[in-house]
């Protein structure tokens, strides 16, 4: 299997903060990459897919980049909307996997 | 309004079986992959199940494989999941998703889960 790690596991911020997160695959994926954002007691909600291609809806503040092993989810000026737990995943090889999740905290 | 609604969990004894079932609406049904998500209480996102859309295709995580079974019903818009030989391991809330396009994409768009739980 695939095994995902993103890092940091908390991070503390603020609104209006950058907010840098990366995830980091344990072979090559290409792009076959996922980003996730899930809030407490909900489902997951797809924010970007092929690495870097934002979902319909999705706040242009939100963005993906990356390819092969290394990816990374940024968010520029962090809104209060947007403390939640964020996944990736890999959809390039089954079973697909996801990350342990990144968690933005209010700082 | 594009809908994925769960149903089928509860509580069940260690060794025993559940069948969880996904009733899909809002969109076509028959042209999307679907899959099964889980998450155990506190716990990140582990995929548990997919099926292509005419069933000729599945693929499972190693932890399920050969005790949960998944399947669909392209004339009631549902999909299943069998689970049997429960273990405590397998708690959690259990989504329902589907591509986020016709064939092999992400997942897009997900139900809001049935809660299973496993314990004497």
């Known amino acids: ?107 | 309004e594009e809908q994925l609604v769960e149903s089928g969990g509860g509580l069940v004894q260690p060794g025993g079986s559940l069948r969880l079932s996904c009733a899909a609406s809002g969109f076509s049904f028959s042209s999307y992959w679907m899959h099964w998500v889980r998450q155990a209480p506190g716990k990140g996102l582990v995929w548990v199940s997919r099926i292509n859309t005419d069933g000729s295709g599945i693929n499972y995580a190693d932890s399920v494989k050969g005790r949960f079974t998944i399947s669909r019903d392209n004339a009631k818009n549902t999909v299943y999941l069998q689970m049997n030989s429960l273990r405590a391991e397998d708690t959690g809330v259990y989504y329902c998703a589907r591509s986020r396009g016709p064939g092999a994409t992400c997942v897009g768009y997900w139900g809001q889960g049935t809660s299973v739980t496993v314990s004497s």
């Open chain 1, 1 to 107: 299997d695939i095994q995902m790690t993103q890092s940091p596991s908390t991070l503390s911020a603020s609104v209006g903060d950058r907010v840098t997160m990366t995830c980091r695959a344990g072979q090559s994926i290409g792009y076959w990459l996922a980003w996730y954002q899930q809030k407490p007691g909900r489902a997951p909600n797809l924010l970007l897919y092929k690495a870097s291609i934002l979902e319909s809806g999705v706040p242009s503040r939100f963005s993906g980049s990356g390819s092969g092993t290394e990816f990374t989810l940024i968010i520029t000026s962090l809104q209060p909307d947007d403390f939640a737990t964020y996944y990736c995943q890999q959809y390039s090889t089954y079973p697909w996997t996801f990350g342990q999740g990144t968690k933005v905290e209010i700082k």
